[in-house]
Structure formats: C-alpha cells, structure tokens
C-alpha cells in the first residue's frame, strides 16, 4: 500500500518559504532590448511608440524635478479629472496604478482567493496568469481558434469558482479584436458574479467602427472594468501609469489594497499633458494605420501569414521548414540591428510581433525578411 506522506510544513521549513504555487510561476519575459554589436538597436519589440511622446507631457515630466521631496497625490485627482472629463466617466470609478500591470494584479488581489479560477484567452498577456496564481488560483485558457477570441470558448469554461475573466481586445500578441457585439454577447452569458475585465491597452489604434473599448458597456454593469494604459499610443511606458474604470463598488475595493502613493507626480502630470495633446496622438495613429497596412500587405506578399491587427503591431507566422524558422528570422533580424519579439512563451513558436516601427524601420524589417527567406 502506498503511504502518503503530507507536504513539508513551512514552519518547519529551515528557510522562509514562499507559498504554493509561487515557484510554478514563469515569470513575465520582456521584449529584448539588447543586440550584440549595436549601441541602438530599432526596438520593435514591445509595442511602444517609435515617435517617442507629446513634448507636452515631457516638458511636464522636466517640471515635476522641482518636487521630487514631496509625495505625490494618492488620489491622482488632476489626472483623474483629465480622464473623466476626456472620456466622460465619473471621477469616482476611476483607479489609476503603476502601469495597468499594477491595476491588474490588483483586480486579481481583490477577487481571488485559493480555489478560485480565472478564464482568458488562449494566447493571452502573461500578466493575468501570473497575479491569478499568485493568489492560488487556478487559468484556464480559452482556445482561440484563427488567434481569435472566442465567446463561447470561453463561455463553455466558466464554472461556480470563475471569478475573472479577461479580455484583451485588441488582444496582444494576435493584435486581433472582437467586436462590440461579440463583447455584449459574452457580458450576457456571464453569471453576474463574475467580473469582466476588458483590457483595452491597445483601443486606440483600432479603427474599425464594429469595434468598441468597453467603456460604454462597463458604464452600467455591475461585473465589467476596463483598463486603459498611458504606455501605447501615449509613449509614456516608462512612466508606468494605467487606469481602470470599474463599478463604484468594485474601485472602492481596489482602492482598499492600492498602494496608497503607486502614481508618481511625474507620471501623473505627464499623463494629464499627453491625454490633451490630441496632435500627438493623432500622428501616432496615422503612422500605425498607414504601416500596418502596408507591412501586412509586404509581409503576405512573401508569402506569410498574417493576423489581421488593430493594434500597433502584427503577427507573422513563419516557415517551420529548418533556416527559416521565426527563431531563426528573430536571430537575424538582431544581427543587423532589429529587435522583434518572439513570442514562443505565449504559445505561437512559428510566429514574431513586430511594432509598427518609422517608414525606414518598416522597410527595412520587409527588406531583411526578403533576404533571409531567400
Ligand atoms: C495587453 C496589455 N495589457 C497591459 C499592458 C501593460 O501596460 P502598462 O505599461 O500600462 O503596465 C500591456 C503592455 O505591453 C499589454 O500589452
């Protein structure tokens, strides 16, 4: 007969120990920010934006220098004026974090307990998984199939210790998008105790007119937040500043557990500056829309998929046959100074990102590609 031995206690450990579950996590792989042999490699590998950012925002960036003896607002309350006033949501709802990555790992803190699950896509941002598991729940994937969401996937996954379920639309790494409708039809299949997390990191670049960024349909629910960040069309990922918008019930309780100074005064007053400069943003988004069409036309025209995007990057799907695999383009590409990312880790090993880079970049990207297909 087997004898079951019961695990180790903790408190009998000769260490601190970290909690189960922990040390199962991978931890979250950026896009690389280094190639052998070059001081500035083009960077098209975690969909920031190449045109930098408003000189409104840097210049209040400069500003905040003189204070930085003094704490920042807690409540971010400019910032939280700006945005309500920009997109015209009540101040109170709004919860700003540490980039969206603080925001989120702060929904999962607040709904999570060990037992429970998550549900999201297939191809999903790392980010979910990791602060569910870190709160000893368990993820479950949706499949996507065609590397797009699915509602009844992820519908046919939820069960009475479903507590979340995000959607990131435009999804990232796909940069594919459900719509409006498909969004309404997945809130109404959802038992109302589960929270629907829409993160719309990427809303701003999708312009298609069936496509909508939730905060319509978030506004009367009781179960539905999104989240937006000021680190895509913004250009403002260093700052590290993001927000969600959720059901009064639901900020209070976030707001519990914030850390009570998680928004820097540089990164709130940068933010306030950027979200009105309407010019910048315009721009952005032109350069997006005109090269992503582009370098989706140039990439199928070597013969490779790719996923329709509405995002600030595309998806590339590359021969499996040996020398010309996405491992082996992403290798060459750094050689001569292109950083795209890999995204092996989100389950796609035949496929690359790449960020909508400058005309020169884009082109150059298309240029080696040519070459290195042969
Ligand atoms: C889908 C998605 N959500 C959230 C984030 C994180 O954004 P932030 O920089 O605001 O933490 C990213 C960043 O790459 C992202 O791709």
């Not at 807690?74 to 969206?100: H, I, Q």
């Not at 950027?274 to 005109?290: G, H, M, Q």
Request: glycine share 8%; proline share 7%.
């Amino acid at each position: 007969m087997a004898v079951m031995t019961a695990p180790p206690s903790r408190a009998m450990a000769d260490r601190p120990t970290p909690k189960p579950g922990i040390l199962d996590i991978v931890p979250y792989k950026p896009g690389k920010s280094k190639a052998e042999g070059f001081d500035n490699p083009v960077k098209l590998s975690s969909n920031e934006n190449i045109l930098g950012c408003s000189e409104a925002a840097k210049a209040a960036f400069i500003a905040a220098a003189g204070r930085l003896n003094l704490y920042p607002d807690g409540r971010s309350d400019a910032l939280r004026e700006a945005v309500a006033g920009k997109y015209g949501l009540e101040p109170e709802r709004l919860v700003f974090g540490d980039g969206t990555d603080e925001v989120l790992h702060l929904i999962n803190q607040v709904y999570l307990e060990p037992g429970d699950n998550i549900i999201q896509g297939q191809y999903g941002f790392g980010a979910y998984a990791i602060g569910a598991r870190a709160c000893g729940a368990e993820v479950r994937f949706a499949p996507e199939p065609n590397l797009r969401i699915d509602v009844d996937e992820i519908l046919g996954l939820v069960d009475e210790r479903t507590r979340l379920v995000f959607v990131t639309n435009p999804a990232n790494p796909t940069g594919t998008w459900i719509s409006g409708a498909e969004m309404a039809r997945l809130h109404a299949g959802l038992p109302p105790s589960v929270m629907l997390v829409i993160d719309a990191a990427y809303a701003e670049f999708a312009n298609d007119p069936a496509f909508d960024d939730g905060l319509s349909l978030a506004r009367d629910a009781v179960n539905v937040i999104v989240t937006r960040t000021f680190s895509k069309i913004y250009g403002l990922a260093a700052l590290r500043i993001g927000w969600a918008y959720a059901p009064a019930d639901a900020a209070d309780a976030i707001d519990r557990i914030r850390p009570p100074f998680n928004t820097s005064i540089a990164a709130q007053e940068a933010a306030v500056a950027a979200l009105a400069d309407d010019d910048f943003k315009n721009r952005s988004l032109a350069l997006v829309e005109r090269w992503r069409a582009w370098l989706t036309q140039q990439l199928g025209g070597l013969g490779l998929d790719v996923a329709p995007s509405a995002a600030n990057y595309v998806l590339v799907r590359l021969p499996t046959a040996p020398g010309k695999t996405a491992a082996e383009a992403e290798a060459f590409l750094a050689r001569h100074g292109y950083l795209v990312r890999g995204v092996a880790g989100y389950g796609l090993p035949e496929h690359l990102r790449i960020t909508i880079g400058l005309e020169e970049h884009n082109r150059a990207v298309v240029d080696l590609l040519t070459r290195f297909l042969g």
